[in-house]
Structure formats: C-alpha cells, structure tokens
C-alpha cells in the first residue's frame, strides 16, 4: 500500500502571546489520499485554519511552533515531512506540489498585476517556462476555469473582474503546476450561493482531472455534504470526529456534530400554520477561550451528554465502525 | 382590511454614476412595492447586488429615495422633516450584519443602550440604569454586562448587545440587514431563536434581509425575492419554497447547499454574474441569466402578476413554466 498523500500525526501548534503560550492544535490527525476531498469542518476559533497554514508551514512570522509529523508524498514518490521542512525546501513545494486558495480573493491578488501575468509567475518559477510559454499557459489555464474571453481577461486587473471570477482566478493560479493536493481555505464562503454553486462545480470537474487530493476547509455542512468524500470535524484544536460524509450525517456520533447538524433550520409548514413554529436547537454557550481551555473534553461545558468523567482527562479516538471515529465517551449512547 | 405597518410603494433609489457617460445612474433599486404588516416578518432575498441592503436603508431613510413613497404607520416617510424622521426612527429600528463594526469600541455596552434612550427622551437619568439591565436581560445577557465593552464580548453576545440597542426605544419595527450571515452556526440558532421570541414577546415587525434560504424559510411569514433592483416575485414563504413561479426563486433555491442526498433534484444553474445595474438589460432584467428567455422577455418588461392573494410574479412565462418544486 501506497502512502497517503498528506498524513498529519499528532500535529501541535502553539503560539506565544501576551497571556502566555496558547496551543492552537492539540494533536491533529488527518489524512488525506490522493483524489480525496476531505472536508475540515468547524467554526471560528477551532483551528481549522492554523492547520492549513501549519501544513503550507505560512506561522512563521507569527511565531508558532509546530510540532509533530506533516508527512507529504511528493509527485517523484518520495514522503517528505513537512514539519522539518528547511524554508528553501518549502518554496519548492508551495505553489508546485501543494496550493492553497483562500476566502477572499481580493486580498491575495496583486491589484497593481494583471490577472495573466499573475497566473503566469507560479509557471515560470516552478516549471522553468519562459514568459511566452508561462502566458500561453495561463490563458489555457483561464480557459479551463471557464473565464469567457481568456486571450482579453488575461490582460486586465484584478479589480475589472467579480468576485466569482477572481475566485476563478486564484484557483488557476493555483493549479497551474497541476499540485498533488490543493488546500481551500472557505474559498466560496463571502460569494452568493448561485456562484458558490458554480466555484463548488469547479473544483470538483478539475480535481477529477488533474488527480489532486483537496482539504476543503469550511464550516458549511450543506457544502460539505455537496462536496466531500470524507468529513473531520473540528472543536478547540482538536478533530473530535471523523468519517465518510454520509455516514456522519447518517450517524454522527460526537454531541458536537450533532448539535451542528440540528442547529440548521428544517421547516414544517403543517406546524407553522398552527402557530407552533418549532424552536432551533440551540448549542448554549460558545467555545472556550484558548488560553484557558477546559481540563477534559473540551466540548463539555456546553454538552447536555456530559458526565463527570469527561471533564477527568481528553477522551481518545473511539472506533464508531469503518473509518467512523469519535472523541466521545459517550458515543454508543447518542442515539435515541 | 385594515392598513399594513409598512407600506412601500414604487420605491427607486437611482445614485449618479461618474465618468460613465451623461445622464448615467445605478438603479440601485428600481420600483419597488411591498408591504409589512402588524407583527409580520418579510424576508427579502437576491444575491449581492441585488439591491436589498439600499433598498432597506432607503426605507429607514439612511438613503435619500429618488422617488416613491414609503408609509410607516399611516405616516409618509420620504418627506418627514428631520425632527419628525427623528421621533419616528424610535419606531423602526435596524440591526446590522457585523455587530463589532456597528458597536463603538470605546463606549460601554450600557452607554451604547443608553445613548439611544438619551436621544429619543426615554426615561430619566435616574431610572436609565435600570431599564439598561432590564434590555440586557431580555436578549439573554447578563445586567453586568453593562459596564463591559463590546471587545469583552464573542460574535453572538455582540449581536445581542445590537438587538438590545435596537429594542431600548421601543421599536414596532426592525429591519434586520443580515444579523446572523456572520456567526457560527452554532451561534445563529440561538440569535434566531431570540428573533422568534422578541417578536412573539412585542408583537414586532421584521425586514429580514439575509442570504441563507433555510433561515429566511423557517423565519419569515412572506418572501420577496429581489434582482437587480427589481421584485422578481413575492409569496408565503410556502408558495415560493414549494411552488415558485419565476426561474430566478427557483435557481436561488436550487443553489443552496442541500445535505440529504435523498432531497437533491434536476438544478437549474446560473452562468455568470448579475449585470451591471449601470446599464441593465432591456425588458426582463433576469432574461440575460435565464434558461426560459425567449425573444418577447427582451421586448417588454414584465408586469408583477398575482396568482393569489400573497403570491405575485414577474415573469410572462409564468403560466407555463413547471418549476414546482417536489416535496
């Protein structure tokens, strides 16, 4: 057996603030095989981010420390681990082998480049084309993410195009160098859910052809039923459950993801009509303050499952059956 | 039947467009009519650009309409002197979407509610204090949380500190711009839920602008669905979930995120953008996106037909199209 394209164990990122040292990731694992989509679900504050930049290794300005393996297949075989990468080795990496595309396009386009030449920069650097090529390439590549008129957008500037068209734009510039695994970071979260539709599209139609793993980072189940293969569910820096997406929606088996799943309104138009328009579950509370994080299980002060042993350590990864895993105590009993 | 609270009526904010030519303007919003009735939420829906944020500022007169006519409880807004506008700004309230951005950072959570009481004449210095905490308590806060700060505060207290704000002057009405578009999913139940019972509570009105599908749905009593400064079509949040008539409803709804697979269906899909409301298309201004147009739908510009007493569409193949979603 091959190994997986990103496989991330126990991965620790910390940073230090004015508090005090605030771990971020508390021991992350994931994995994610080559024409996978994995989805990395959570909100605010879960850590989801920190680990799409600690992957891309983009803290270090920050201050982090990361600990733990990010070990990474390169296209020649070769399993690298990205954790102990020299800075030099990681900008032969991003870009090329991994790329990331991010929620707001506008701010990780150069306004003052046009879009072609922008394209066109991660195919010279990493491909060794020269300009000519570079630039036929990147119109191709406008092409492929279906931009109308590639020869005559290629020329004009970021500010000339929508905000759907600079999410197309930055996906291809992204996958110019045709990566092994593309990172996306809530790339359709600020777009309407008619362009969202089409970006979401997209991705799928060029994953397909190109071959790449995608870790799609974002905190709508609605995208990820839509899109992913597998889910990971993250809390307080922590992936508190895992598994194939119908199978977490189907049997989620970690109160969170639960609680996620019936937070979203569902209407009954028989109910409203007699006035009894049922009340949205609520998740009470919000997450806890990563500088002072909760002895147990982190989801614990906000649980109505909670029992007195979760607050006495961190539960591990129970097998729920399959590649189902969840960090609850209490896993068996969630249903009913 | 008896007048509805709000009732809007050929509204068009046009704003001057520069450097595009003579006699050039946004359409922002382009003749727009609908109604809010005592204790009624409306949800108002359509993509960025659409014109629903200007179309509810131009309600509350945050904008300056270009014609039209706005009537709030009998009263003709869009001619309102300033200190009329004034009093009657007390009655209709706005929540906004980035509840950070719309709290002063350097004014305590009690002397933004109370700077609101100051400046509508409600209660007296003495007895301010109290009714502050009173507010407070209502949207699911503390008393304490008066003497704080809105940075001592997560993304959905802050919103409730806005709610509160909003509420402190006894408002009839409150146009609600996006107020859960940026929180947690966790968090936007327990915001709608206070939504759900405040308006049960007081008998408010709401404008609920928002994007989500699913929140519009299971909050508001009637949907208007707007494009390009225009209403696309309007009806019981039953008739256009279940039952829409006009291909844009359709393709919105089509486009939201749907998680059982069970429930997935034939999508009508939407190429590009929205057009430049500088220079929309003729007739239908949906008709440049829409996979029914035919030749007639750039010639003429379709009237809002009623199909029942709450339902009424834009749309001259309405009759033919089947766009009835299965439930």
Known sequence: ?336 | MAEPLLEVRDLKVHFAARGKGRDASVKAVDGVSLTVGAGEVVGLVGESGSGKSTLGRAILRLIDPTHGSVRFEGTEVTTLSPNALKAMRSRMQIIFQDPYASLNPRMSVGQIIGEALYLHGIGSRQDRPQRIGDILEKVGLHRSAAARFPHEFSGGQRQRIGIARALAVNPRFILADEPVSALDVSIQAQIINLLQDLRKELGLSLLFIGHDLSVIEYLCDRVVVLYLGRVMEMGTAEELYRAPRHPYTRALLDAAPVIDPSKRRDRIALKGDLPSPVDPPSGCVFRTRCPFAVSECASRVPDLRSFSASHSVACIRADELQLRVEA
Not at chain 1, 57 to 80: H, P, W, Y
């Open chain 1, 1 to 336: 057996m091959t190994d997986p394209l990103l496989d991330i164990r126990h991965l620790t990122t910390e940073f230090q603030t004015e508090s005090g040292t605030v771990r971020a990731l508390k021991g992350v694992d994931l994995t994610v095989e080559s024409g996978q989509t994995v989805a990395l679900v959570g909100e605010s504050g879960s850590g989801k981010s920190v680990t799409s930049l600690s992957v891309m290794r983009l803290l270090a300005r920050s201050g982090a420390s990361i600990n733990g393996e990010i070990r990474f297949r390169r296209r020649d075989g070769v399993v690298i681990d990205l954790a102990g990468e020299s800075e030099a080795g990681m900008r032969r990496v991003r870009g090329n082998e991994i790329s990331m595309i991010f929620q707001e396009p506008m701010t990780s386009l150069n306004p003052t480049v046009k879009v072609g030449a922008q394209i066109a920069e991660a195919a010279r650097l990493h491909l060794k084309v020269d300009r000519r090529e570079a630039q036929r390439r990147a119109i191709d590549m406008l092409a492929l993410v279906e931009i109308p008129d590639p020869e005559l957008r290629a020329e004009i500037y970021p500010h000339q195009l929508s905000g759907g068209m600079r999410q197309r734009v930055m996906i291809a510039m992204a996958l110019i160098c045709r990566p092994a695994l593309l990172i996306a970071d809530e790339p359709t979260t600020a777009l309407d859910v008619t362009v969202q539709l089409q970006i979401l599209s997209l991705i799928r139609r060029l994953q397909k052809e190109i071959g790449m793993g995608v870790l799609f980072i974002t905190h709508n189940l609605g995208v990820v039923a839509e899109l992913a293969d597998r889910v990971a569910v993250m809390y307080a820096g922590r992936v508190v459950e895992q598994a194939e997406t119908s199978e977490i929606f189907k049997r989620p088996s970690h109160p969170y993801t639960r609680g996620l799943l019936s937070s979203m309104p569902v209407i009954d138009y028989e109910a409203r009509e007699r006035g009894q328009l049922p009340r949205l579950r609520e998740i009470p509370g919000s997450v806890p303050d990563p500088a002072v994080p909760p002895p147990g299980c982190a989801f614990e002060p906000r649980c109505s499952w909670r029992l007195e042993a979760c607050r006495a350590e961190v539960p591990p990864l129970f097998d729920v059956g399959g590649t189902h895993r969840s960090r609850c105590l209490r896993w068996s009993d969630l249903d009913g």
